[in-house]
């Protein structure tokens, strides 16, 4: 016999359901925010590890230049 389980959710109020909707409105643009910049993140270092190069370009080919990186940024090095 299966058992229904309650939601937590159930027990709220009104007034209490409105709090957490202005609360998640208020976190919105900070999470979305956040999910850009890891998002970012994750390309960058794809790139960095020139995990693009199935796409057979020899523009972006990582076999045609290497990355410099240092504290003042990245460059771009053709190879040779």
């Known amino acids: 016999m299966a058992t229904m389980i309650e939601s937590p959710l159930e ?3 009104e007034a209490q359901v409105d709090e957490l909707g202005r609360a998640f409105d208020a976190i919105h643009d900070d999470v979305l925010s956040l999910a850009k910049i890891l998002e970012n993140i994750e390309i960058g270092h794809n790139v960095r590890h020139g995990q693009w190069d199935w796409m057979n370009d020899p523009q972006i080919s990582s ?3 290497e990355l410099r990186l240092d504290r003042r940024g990245v460059e771009a090095l053709p190879r040779g």
């Open 11 to 13: 027990r709220l109020t």
């Open 63 to 65: 076999s045609t230049w």
